[in-house]
T-cell receptor, first 111, second 111 residues
Framework: DAGITQSPRHKVTETGTPVTLRCHQT?????MYWYRQDPGHGLRLIHY???????DKGEVSDGYSVSRSKTEDFLLTLESATSSQTSVYFC??????????FGSGTRLTVV | EDKVVQSPLSLVVHEGDTVTLNCSYE??????LLWYKQEKKAPTFLFML????IEKKSGRLSSILDKKELFSILNITATQTGDSAVYLC???????????FGKGTKLSVKP
């Protein structure tokens, strides 16, 4: 979607390697979120940010860390990738009580 | 525990049919309820509802919220094959504005 981009779009990595996914926005929205989407589970919140250097854990944060050093960038790191982290990852942005805008997603496969 | 439950989980109809998708919720800090449509990529925004009894309408789609009974419905009239998608219901109820998602309803519209 215009205003929010995720990279990479697809990635295959090996078990035990670190992986970083990037979310970049040009909307200057305060809030940014990382979700993962899996069959049978829907979208689940991993981490979110409510400002530069302000982040907090979501429902499924184990094995993930995040950083936000600039308003426009929110990074999600898998410290040591496992097969259970194979998923589609979505970044989202929002401002105040408006709805979310989602990025196009990153399909991550851990082999 | 906050939760959002959608029903049915999947639905197959024929073009021209009318469908009703359901979403019930139990959330501590309700702010709004949102509907999204997800085809192959990112969820796209349909409606945001904050007040009971006020119908939101966009073309053949409409939605209404009942805050007393804690549910919402999404109606699609005169369905078309292009309506085939997963419809996601989400409630803005997290402490930092994070959305809590249901698992979605997969709608298939046959010609």
């Amino acid at each position: 979607d215009a205003g929010i981009t995720q990279s990479p779009r697809h990635k295959v990595t090996e078990t035990g390697t670190p992986v970083t996914l990037r979310c970049h926005q040009t909307e200057n929205h305060r809030y940014m979120y990382w979700y993962r989407q899996d069959p049978g589970h829907g979208l689940r919140l991993i981490h979110y940010s409510y400002g530069v250097k302000d982040t907090d854990k979501g429902e499924v944060s184990d094995g993930y860390s995040v950083s936000r050093s600039k308003t426009e960038d929110f990074l999600l790191t898998l410290e040591s990738a496992t097969s259970s982290q194979t998923s589609v990852y979505f970044c989202a942005i929002s401002e105040a009580d408006y709805g979310y805008t989602f990025g196009s997603g990153t399909r991550l496969t851990v082999v | 525990e906050d939760k959002v439950v959608q029903s049915p989980l999947s639905l197959v109809v024929h073009e021209g049919d009318t469908v009703t998708l359901n979403c019930s919720y139990e959330v501590t800090n309700f702010r709004s309820l949102l509907w999204y449509k997800q085809e192959k990529k990112a969820p796209t925004f349909l409606f945001m509802l904050t007040s009971s009894g006020i119908e939101k309408k966009s073309g053949r789609l409409s939605s209404i919220l009942d805050k007393k009974e804690l549910f919402s419905i999404l109606n699609i009239t005169a369905t078309q094959t292009g309506d085939s998608a997963v419809y996601l219901c989400a409630v803005n109820g997290g402490s930092q504005g994070n959305l809590i998602f249901g698992k979605g309803t997969k709608l298939s519209v046959k010609p």
